[in-house]
């Protein structure tokens, strides 16, 4: 273990876990990687797939997801424009990796979730 990553262990705000966690704190971030899961779309239907979501919230979503070379975007040359929108490789691996494991989890325990947070506050989570 390095000092920076000991620093980094006491210092949480500036971990490389925090930089992680924070590719969910935008609702639809994780809905949008989802749906490119199968492969490059369009906007419209990725729009189409996720439902739902307003053209600026999926406008946000992707612009941020872009930034964080999660996705790629891909202009073709024909009339009319056609832009696709994919899952890079680091996108990929945090789809197939701690996203389904997630989900898996999500699966097993959701309705204890959901039973906890229906109880009185205090009482469940």
Same mark, same amino acid.
């Given at each position: 273990?390095?000092?920076?990553?000991?620093?980094?262990?006491?210092?949480?705000?500036?971990?490389? !876990? *925090? +930089? %992680?966690?924070?590719?969910?704190?935008?609702?639809?971030?994780?809905?949008? /990687?989802?749906? =490119?899961?199968? $492969?490059?779309?369009?906007?419209?239907? !990725? *729009? +189409? %797939?996720?439902?739902?979501?307003?053209?600026?919230?999926?406008?946000?979503? /992707?612009?941020? =997801?872009?930034? $964080?070379?999660?996705?790629?975007?891909?202009?073709? +040359?024909?009339?009319?424009?056609?832009?696709?929108?994919?899952?890079?490789?680091?996108?990929?691996? =945090?789809?197939? $990796?701690?996203?389904?494991?997630?989900?898996?989890? +999500?699966?097993?325990?959701?309705?204890?979730?959901?039973?906890?947070?229906?109880?009185?506050?205090?009482?469940?989570?």
């Amino acid at each position: 273990m390095t000092d920076h990553d000991t620093h980094c262990y006491e210092l949480v705000a500036d971990c490389r !876990l *925090r +930089a %992680a966690t924070d590719l969910f704190a935008h609702t639809w971030d994780p809905v949008v /990687l989802a749906a =490119l899961r199968m $492969g490059p779309r369009r906007r419209r239907d !990725l *729009r +189409a %797939a996720i439902g739902g979501i307003s053209d600026k919230v999926l406008s946000d979503s /992707l612009h941020r =997801l872009l930034a $964080g070379t999660l996705v790629e975007r891909h202009a073709h +040359a024909e009339a009319p424009p056609r832009i696709d929108y994919a899952l890079t490789r680091l996108g990929q691996s =945090l789809v197939e $990796g701690p996203m389904m494991a997630l989900g898996r989890w +999500a699966i097993e325990h959701g309705d204890e979730l959901l039973e906890a947070q229906e109880t009185e506050p205090g009482k469940g989570l």
